[in-house]
């Protein structure tokens, strides 16, 4: 019996988790990628003055990355995530004191309960803040309000300056990449159950050990090749091909076409506006993608004579512009005398338009504040920008994401910013990527799809 065959579109988390996942169910892939690395917005590249591979930005998992997880052990690199017993996180404040959230070995969410009255150099009185929040949580997370901002939220749970800059706003920062007073309560409360409110596991923090490329992309290929699936490297998509409502293949830059009819598009939400043909642009459904914003995400990466951070493999730093620092040559074990630090800035909208000196002295200035006992010189330095870093979660916003299911018949869409529920994350994109991969493999336009795309009025 023939295999079913999909087209998927984009190498990142989202494709090659689909397309991985394709092939486990028994199907077959062509897949086309517009870089010759693939990687997408989690990838490594050699740089120079480092001498080794870099990330495009630090990027952390949780211990609820099911998605993630599910891929990265069928690629047998799951162990290359470095996943904390309970959550810790150290945060440091101006002058270099230290307030660590260590979570002891019990259930959730009392774990996270007693890890917060654990933190040194937080008053009671913001501690208990947060336990309230705590307790109305599963009432809250049945109710989220998708036009409510993070900022209102917390004042609704009368949480307190303190509070916000210890712990609210890193979690909201790192894990929306959205300013709290723009970002979505909903979207919030998505993270806050998934992570606390399940296991103990799930609450805790997972650091990739390798460059990020190096932890799926090439195992990926190989799998898909070993398969016998066609893999297409740096031809990017140029337009997809739509016959009366159904999806029939794509056209890539050199001009070779590809015809297939379940198609899996594993893009950024503009590449695909930019590839649909016209009349299916102004689609409702697609409209509302063409109003989704992106927001930036800068990563500093700084060789230094020797770590501020003490054998920490990072901290958060309370009250600056950048908003973490992880030890690189610590995480992944390297015996050296110069020591690489990745630091990172999110919602970076304010410090994206700077020049690279200005950023290096911004990191200088940063390295002095909070560690004045142990000054680094810094031998080396790159920034690196990422305007499209992820989708804006601006309060009011969810309801623009379209889900993985398309109104054109065969397309499916997958990347982190589909409907999924959660943030646009790796987990995001893996969920979408499984999520897509199921429904090509189911037979192709099933009556409920067809009602579906009566009911949304369809062009052609
Ligand atoms: C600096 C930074 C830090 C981050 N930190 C975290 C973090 O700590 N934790 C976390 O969970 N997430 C983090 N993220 C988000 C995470 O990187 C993304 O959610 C995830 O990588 C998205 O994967 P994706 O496959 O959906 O999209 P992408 O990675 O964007 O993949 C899309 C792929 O499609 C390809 N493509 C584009 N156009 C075409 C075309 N025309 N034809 C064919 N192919 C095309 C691209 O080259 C790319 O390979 C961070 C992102 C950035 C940028």
Redesign the pocket.
Known sequence: MNKPHVLV????????SAAVRIVELGGTVTL????RH??????SFDDRSFGRPID??????MGC?HH?RAFLRSLGTESSVDFQRDLTVPMLRPGGTASVLRCPSLPAPWHLGLGLLGMRGVGFRHKVAALRAGLLLSNEVRRPDDTETCDAWLRRMGQTPAIRAQFWEPLIL?TL?EDPLVASAAMLLAVLERGFLGTRDDSALGVPKRPLSELYVPQALARLESEGCEIVLG????SIRVSGGKVTGIE?RSGRTFDADRVVV???PH?LL??LPDPWRRHPEFADVARLSYAP?V?LWAKVDRSPLEGRPFVGLVGSPIHWIFDRTTIEGEASDEVVLSC?ISAAYGLVGDSSDALRDLLAAELRRFFPKTPVRIHAFKA?K?KR??ISHAAGTYGLRPPVESPITGLLL????VRTGIP??????CQ??HEAATLALRPPASAWHEGRRRTLGVVS
């Open positions: 579109v984009g190498a990142g988390f989202a494709g090659l086309v990628e517009a870089t693939g990687g997408g917005r989690a990838r495009n930005g630090q990027h952390l998992m990355y993630t790192a990449n031809d990017p998509m140029r890539t594993a893009v950024p590449v930019d590839c995400i990563n990172t690196v990422e870093a992820t997958a990347g982190d910013w646009a994350t790796i987990e995001s994109a979408a990527g």
